[in-house]
């Protein structure tokens, strides 16, 4: 695990009820541990979820460099185009919003504790704010190297879009919340 430059807020500040719900879910799959690997993870035990779920397993390239690839993605996070067997960083390009959620997955990915986002995009279909709240949750099979994350997002919008937002890569991204996840209770 890496030191947390993000500050920490309590589990309890999730906002959004499901990814709060798959947070319980990945905090008692773990048990003593800083986190759970893959093996913990029981889709049929979180079905309600899954369209919610990506399931990120995390590489790096020759040159050292993190990537992270699309093992699966649920039904709600990939309208528009399907990302399942792709690496993030091929997907997004150099836009403001392609660096945004590059940084974000790689902050993620690093911390070794979940981190939680809250963000307004301005999407052009939409001629509006879409608001998105993501959740990602590391997975390590050593216990200490993150090797795979199981992020949820939740995305709502006051129209039902044909692209998502890895296909328009809005320029307009405001930061509302974004922190690591203390657990409280241990």
Do not use: C
Not at 152 to 179: A, C, N, Y
């Amino acid at each position: 695990m890496h030191e947390n430059p993000i500050a920490a807020r309590s589990s309890s500040e999730i906002s959004d009820p499901a990814l709060r719900k798959l947070y319980d879910y990945w905090s008692g799959r773990r048990g003593d541990r800083p986190m759970p690997s893959r093996a913990d993870i029981d889709p049929s035990e979180i079905v309600s979820l899954l369209p919610h779920i990506m399931m990120v397993d995390v590489h790096i390239d020759a040159d050292g460099r993190k990537k992270h690839w699309f093992r699966l993605v649920g039904t709600q996070v990939a309208f528009g185009t399907d990302p399942t067997r792709t690496y993030l960083e091929d997907q997004v390009g150099d836009s403001a919003y392609g660096t945004h959620i590059t940084k974000l997955f790689s902050n993620a990915s690093s911390l070794g504790q979940p981190l939680y986002s809250e963000y307004e995009y301005e999407h052009p279909e939409s001629h509006g704010v879409r608001f998105a709240r993501r959740l990602f949750l590391p997975l390590s099979e050593d216990g200490h190297t993150v090797n795979k994350m199981l992020v949820g997002q939740r995305v709502e919008s006051t129209k039902q879009l044909e692209k998502s937002l890895w296909q328009v890569q809005p320029d307009m991204i405001h930061e509302l919340r974004l922190f690591a996840v203390r657990d409280d209770e241990r």
